[in-house]
């Protein structure tokens, strides 16, 4: 009988200790954040600019108006723009035309996904205590996937102003480029061993950039190139 006993108060713990977890696991479920999609949000504007969200026309651009994701934005001859993601900042030169592809943000952090059809940007993405703030901006040749830097990218050409990236091919063939250096995909689609520059220097000087450092076949910034000539594609992350 005691036996009996026993084998009962085992299989009632067991039911109890399976009914906890349930209700564990239920309240995880039921409190579980979601995702939530943040904006962007235009803070300076020179010249022409404008964007185009989902199914609408074009619209000129004013300081302070927001965007959401999906919407294109593009910039004219002679015209800049200033966004604002969250915490991260980027500015779009003259000629350059951009998706917002994914904007969210939780408790832990912010994803920003970018796609940049052509022309230049240059991003300032700040660390954040606590958070991780995943900021990724693709082209139709190359992803920038930074964390905690600043830099200027057109998709094929790179200038590190702040933090430390790992410019990597689809081969696995990478180097590392550090605050002030700039780096570039060759022709044949290898990496460039990274060269100083000085704290001024931008994109617009990447030929002469490359003549300096003396690494033959130089590949100019794209300009969405036909698909069957996408053949490289480069991945960066800070180290």
Do not use: C, H
């Not at 995943?134 to 998709?155: E, I, K, W």
């Not at 044949?188 to 704290?199: F, L, S």
């Amino acid at each position: 009988m005691r036996k009996a006993e026993k084998m009962s108060e085992l299989k009632r713990r067991r039911m109890r200790a399976i009914a906890l977890a349930a209700a564990v696991l239920a309240s995880g479920r039921l409190w579980a954040e979601e995702p939530e999609s943040v904006s962007a949000t235009f803070a300076d504007i020179a010249g022409k600019v404008e964007y185009q969200r989902p199914g609408s026309a074009w619209t000129p651009a004013k300081a302070g108006d927001s965007i959401d994701k999906g919407t294109v934005v593009s910039t004219g001859f002679k015209s800049s723009a200033t966004l604002k993601l969250g915490e991260a900042t980027l500015f779009l030169k003259s000629l350059t035309r951009l998706s917002l592809e994914d904007l969210v943000r939780t408790s832990g952090g912010t994803q920003t996904k970018l796609y940049l059809l052509s022309g230049r940007v240059k991003a300032d993405v700040p660390r954040e205590a606590g958070k991780t703030n995943d900021f990724r901006v693709r082209s139709p040749t190359a992803t920038a996937s930074v964390r905690g830097t600043a830099f200027d990218f057109d998709g094929m050409n790179l200038i590190v102003s702040r933090g430390k990236v790992q410019y990597q091919t689809p081969t696995s063939q990478f180097r590392l480029v550090g605050a002030q250096e700039f780096a570039f995909i060759s022709a044949n689609g290898t990496v460039a061993p990274p060269t100083a520059v000085t704290p001024d220097a931008d994109l617009s000087q990447a030929a002469a950039l490359a003549d300096q450092s003396g690494i033959q076949n130089f590949a100019p910034p794209p300009s969405a190139p036909p698909v069957s000539q996408r053949k490289i594609s480069v991945t960066i992350t800070v180290q």
